[in-house]
């Protein structure tokens, strides 16, 4: 996938799952030795240029209006994460986002798992109706 297909990509369940897996992938990276390399690479505090394709997005989407704000936080380890933020709180709020914005956090662990089994009965690898002790 390209940049341009990328930035392109609808805010859906789908697409909200497949960056989850993402995110996931990059924090086993972050394991790895070559991992804490490349976070150390970007010297200083992590700003907009550093990370053009996460800027450009949040500003997709704001720009857009399907969301009326976005933060991205960037960290590695124990040093203090650096921050891309984007909008304001609310359509119709007109305070912008910042440090002390607060967000509404809900528990992802059915959805997450229920895409992860509808991907298994797409690729075969799982039956609609196979019984849990075959397991």
Not at 9 to 23: E, F, K, N, Q
Request: aromatic letters at 6%; proline letters at 5%; charged letters at 20%.
């Amino acid at each position: 996938m390209n940049l341009s297909q990328d930035l392109n990509m609808v805010l859906s369940r789908r697409a909200i799952m497949r960056g989850s897996a993402m995110l996931g992938a990059g924090a086993l990276a972050g394991t790895l030795p070559f991992g804490r390399a490349l976070a150390l690479a970007a010297d200083g505090p992590l700003i907009d240029a550093q990370w053009p394709t996460v800027t450009a997005l949040l500003e997709k989407y704001v720009g857009g209006k399907q969301v009326p704000g976005m933060v991205a936080a960037l960290g590695w380890g124990t040093m203090a994460p650096g921050y891309i933020v984007r909008g304001l709180e609310g359509f119709e709020d007109p305070d912008k986002i910042g440090g002390e914005s607060l967000f509404r956090a809900y528990s992802q662990t059915k959805p997450v798992t229920g895409m992860a089994a509808m991907m298994l009965i797409d690729e075969g690898k799982l039956g609609m109706d196979q019984k849990i002790a075959d397991f």
